[in-house]
């Protein structure tokens, strides 16, 4: 047995006794979750940055059950075995009186499981069935929020489907067109190339929650326990989509900077920042206003893999890890409030910042760390991000600096509306979550803090390797933004966003409201409306296709069904009559037709001489 | 060494009849299960050494040459399993003694002949194995000796006689060109002579020949009678192996390594396996007997095969031989299946039966399996093979005749469907109400094909490696 499938094997066994443990034995259940996904945390970082290679016969036909660990799939392993401890940690207490506690863990378990199986692949086959594996534990996910939630997961499960879709016709016509469906091909772009690397792109995109494949996230962030929210759309979706942009982007397409789909990828990026983060400005609900972020986020890191220049890949990358470290925990602080405060709803919170110090600590450094405050990880990223987007073009950068402002401005407005000011008299005595729910928080707080301020440690040991020497030419991209100026722009922006929600608090004198000039401005306020009755939503407009294709697809079922319920029956009584007639007994009738075809074959043969 | 599959049951027959006779009656069952069972192994383990050079002095018994390669195996595999359900079954349906000996006397008579014609490598012997198969065929379906019985033999016997004087015609005239009946030598001729009048006739009128002992539409007339006539073990072994391997197997190989695919004759083998399925399927459709029904059934089935076989290229014939086995199993236990409805209803109508499952569950439940098999559903074993044959239609462009052989497992599935809720679901009619499962011989036959059947499904790409892609070899 070797050593790499343990990491698949080992979650997929303890999901296993989960689901025997009866439903009552909770403290068995947590036990047993918790030491596995704990030695699956430590699995991945033994196996940090070894070179393992490892393949099975499997269906035949050529195919192959290939694993390969190296420095990329090692880092996205780790990174993803740490989420999974520490979320099954914070899910022992956030779920404890629910009653999913139980599919939850094992879903959790199988999903981890799934993930690394992905990452691990060593050829596209392999990785599609662990990826499409893993829609159906997210649609089981979405599932557990309730009655409500159908609806949602069944609108996540349409959406990454079609996607998925795309991805296989491309796996396809990569694995047809180059001749294997290994990652390192180097398949040129042009012709068929370009739309492989189009349909893989949807695939890896829709998978990360970039728009336009992004409306359920929001929906999901309502409807669906926030442990899976924290999890999916948080942290390990985005580790496995922008995991596999980068594979296409570097192994496998021979794409260059200045190409079309750079432009593509740049252009599906700006415009992912822009406008999910000017729809996360004006939500009034905690868990909603995070994930329309976790949206506008995937912007920048398509936006930094889609300059493909070294230092927006690195930046892309080095903003994949933060944004799933600082994302991950503010969802959980979104939990943290739901559970002791008892709802989410921006209205109705406020002031709670003193009554859940450790919470609005964790809060505090990862809302930092997403604006982009020096020294926080997410300034970083973002700088290297600006940086690279510099480099291709005036437009893109000023994408990304609009929507760090905005960024800024709603984080702002959340922190003020549900941490400051007074305290809703409903709420006076809420106290501080539990521990098993700090502790997650807290280290990843911390860890905010160190990829900020020593980040010559992801850079170096995580981040450049996946480039290669080759790629980087010498450079190193930790320390200091390289970019001074970049910098000073950048800071002046955040206090940009500052001035405003301060002018936007005087004027309203609420710092939920601190916004509302911006929702109220001219065509930005229609745009709001049209969004609000869903009118721009790209699943509700591919619903509306889809309606007419139906009505198509019901005329050709009854022309089917008139095949085969008019047509053959009349025709099965036709011949059974005939050969009834023929079927008569009478061996005379037999020969002679025996005979009769029999000349006609030897003619036909004959003709032919 | 392959003769050991000839000359051990021969001697055994010749053994057995001079033994007393109480112990021969006993000892007969078991003797043939055993080369039945030896049979089956030798074929599935099949070690080309043992069938080519271990005691050639005991093959050179015959003045003539066996051989098995991969299209005989799995052939051979299929006459082992079929012969040994129909023995199984005989022994729970024949009930008097020495009727049973003599069925299995004949019954091992009518292995030799099939397993002869799937070895020999001449054509000469090759019409001395169907003649042995077809004789005591005739017998096996007169064996109860009632009017139907001989009505349906004469028929068979008729219509096989006229095949026979077709081959033999063809034989004759291909010997006036050729040195000696070896299949190599005569595919050289033919080869040379391509286009010659006279063969391309003797071509013609041995193909047809093979048509009649196939039984494919419209040379098909004797196959329905000859099928209800025949007693319930008889007609297993008529329907699953007996029609293949002397019509379709035969026309395979002789096309495959004697006449040559070439594009008339591989047009001839698609239209007419086209014809077949259609009015097969068609006429399956108006039955009401549920025999009846099964015999039109496997008119369509050898359709599929002769199909697949027509288009000349490697996926079509491993898609027919892969069919040919399937139907062997799925065939043979719809017919032990018919064989215990006949035993416990009393008859073969449909009409007057319904709502068996709930009584005969093993029944009922293995001829689910049988049928979703024959009507394509995935990941039984039947869906496999009519995909080869789609895939192997649609790559030589054969677009309407792929979507068509589609559509009639559409049509196949139809009267299975209508089969299954006349005689499984439903209500149970009066008068069948203390109806009780058939006896252990049945249910367990039927129990064993329906494992094979789904087992080979799911082990489809170990069945395509190991016997399948062997294929490749000997045609290609």
Redesign the interface.
Known sequence: MNMLLLPILIPIASAIIVLLLPKSAKLLRDTVTLLSTFANALLAIMLFNKEILVSYPWVGFGFEFSLRLYNFSSFIMAAAASFGFLIALYSSAFTAAKNYSKSFFVYLLISLALLNGAVLSNNLLLMLFFWEALLITQFGMIMLGGRLAFRTATKAFVIIGASDLCMMVGIAIYGFSSGSFAFSNNMPLAGLGGLAFVLLMIGAIAKAGSMPFHSWIPDAAIDAPLPVVAMLPGALEKLLGIYFLTRISLDMFRAETGSWVSYLLMIVGSITILFAVMMALVQKDYKRLLSYHAISQIGYMVLGIGTFVPVGIVGGLFHMINNSMYKCCLFLTGGAVEKQAGTTNLEKLGGIGSKMPVTFACFLVTALAISGVPPFNGFFSKELVYDGALERGWIFYLAALVGSFFTAASFLKLGHAAYLGKADKDRKDVKEAPYQMLIPMVLIALACILFGVYNKLPIKFLIQPVLGVDRLRGHNYWGFPPNFILAIISVVVLAGAFLNHIYGVKKTGSGLKAVDHIYHAPVLSEIYDAQAKGYLDPYNIGLGFLNIFSIAASWFDKAVDWFYNVFSVKTAALLTNASRRLQNGNYKTYIILSMATTVLIVLFLLRSV | MSSVLILVPLFGIIGLNMLPRNVARRAAFWFAAAVFTAEILLAIVHQPAFWTEALVRFDSFFRLKFSVDSLSRIMLICIGVVSLSSLVVAKSTVSDEKEAFKFINILITASIGMSGIVMVKDIFSLYVFLEIAALSSFILIAFNKDINGL?GA??YL??SA?ATV?MLTSIAILLLDSPDTAFSTLHNEIAHSR???IV??A???F??GL??KGGLV??H??L??AYMAAPAPVSILLAGVMTKACGIYTLMRIVASVFGF????K??MML?GMISIL?GA??A???TNFKRMLAYSSISQVGYIILGAGTGTFLGLAGAAFHLFNHAIFKGLLFVNSAALEEKVGTSDMSRMGGLSERMPVTGATSVIAMLSASGVPPLAGFWSKLLIVIALWQIGHYAYAAIAILAS??TL?YFLYMQRQVFFGKLPPGLEGLREAGNGLTLTASALAVITVGAGLAF??I??HFLLPLKEIFF
Do not use: H, M, R, S
């Open positions: 009505e004469f028929k008729i219509l006229v077709l286009g010659n009048f391309t006739f071509i013609g009128l193909i047809c048509f009649i419209p040379f007339g004797w329905p009678d070439t594009d008339p004759i047009n001839t007419i009015v068609f006429a459709l108006g039955q559409v049509l139809a790409p170990y395509y490696n």
